[in-house]
């Protein structure tokens, strides 16, 4: 894609917003490719946000991110919804067509994925068991990762067992229910463990949960990312086991809407993982 002298835009709506670190994230890449453009923080109340979509193209927009709240009430005023997004039930992507229509894209599933392969580049899905904790929206985008990368059993575990359930009903086969009074039980031959819960976030209470049935070889993953390491990923640290943090789910998800907005599919070098590390 060329675009010539044409200034490139595109920006994240959220209400509030200001705290995102979208902007730093996607202005580093504009500058590493010497893009002329911008991206920037679009505060947008709930009751706005059909305008502010629709004002997009209007503006010279290429798209825009989504945050919260937005995320599901997008679903229903796009002209289109990719699959993916359509299966998390969320858009957090918004590309402007050439004729101003609007598509919603969820690019958190691969940003899942794509993080845990590049901190272990060895690591399959189908190499065992998966213990996924939580059944909200970051849940919703992990188990649709592991379920296109061939995951073959994993098991649900959720503090609301009915949200769980109707998840797993939803998805169906190879997720299976765990109550949440059990979830230590089941980690005695899994390969992953992944925490897609608030518990950890900074001014949350830390996740409960005891590793000692964990294989030590077993990754751990917190999506997570306020603070980096999480008191989940520090216990699994100290006791052998390889992590993976929730900044480099953040730095891949937006890849490809860099890419559909600005024609270049950018990388995650150390440079930009440095940079964004001394934002949080």
């Given amino acids: 894609m060329t675009h ?11 209400w509030p917003v200001m705290h995102s670190r979208s902007p730093k994230l996607h202005n580093f890449w504009l500058q590493q490719y010497g893009l002329s453009g911008t991206y920037v923080p679009l505060e947008i109340k ?3 946000l059909e305008q502010a979509l629709r004002a ?13 709240p937005h995320k599901e009430a997008a679903l229903r005023l796009v002209d289109s919804v990719d699959p993916v997004a359509r299966r998390i039930g969320a858009v957090n992507t918004i590309v402007v067509g050439p004729d101003g229509e609007l598509e919603g894209r969820n690019t958190d599933a691969y940003g899942f ?10 690591w399959h899905a189908g190499d065992g068991p998966i213990v996924v904790l939580g059944a909200g929206g970051g849940a919703r985008a992990v188990l ?8 073959q059993e994993i098991w649900l575990a959720n503090r609301n067992l009915a949200r769980a359930e109707a998840l797993a009903q939803e ?9 949440w009074s059990k979830r230590h039980e089941v ?6 463990l992944v925490n897609t819960t608030s518990l950890g976030m900074l001014g949350q209470p830390p996740l409960d949960i005891v590793l000692q049935a964990l294989p030590s070889a077993a990754i751990v993953c917190d999506i997570v990312y306020v603070p980096l390491e999480t008191p989940l990923l520090a216990a699994a640290r100290r006791r052998g086991n390889p992590t993976v943090d929730g900044l480099g789910m953040l730095l891949h998800q937006a890849r490809p809407a860099f890419e559909a907005w ?19």
């Fill in 262 to 280: 600005f024609g270049v599919l950018p990388e995650v070098s150390p440079a930009l993982r440095t940079m964004m590390e001394a934002t949080l």
């Fill in 113 to 122: 994925i794509s993080s845990v392969c590049d901190a272990r580049p060895d």
């Fill in 144 to 151: 649709t990762a592991l379920i296109e990368a061939g995951a």
């Fill in 4 to 14: 010539g002298s044409k200034f490139l835009m595109a920006g994240v709506m959220g």
């Fill in 56 to 68: 997009l193209p209007v503006l010279n927009f290429a798209g825009c991110n989504l945050t919260i």
């Fill in 187 to 192: 980690l005695d031959d899994a390969a992953m």
């Fill in 171 to 179: 998805f169906g086969p190879p997720i299976a229910i765990c109550e």
């Fill in 46 to 48: 709930q009751d706005q």
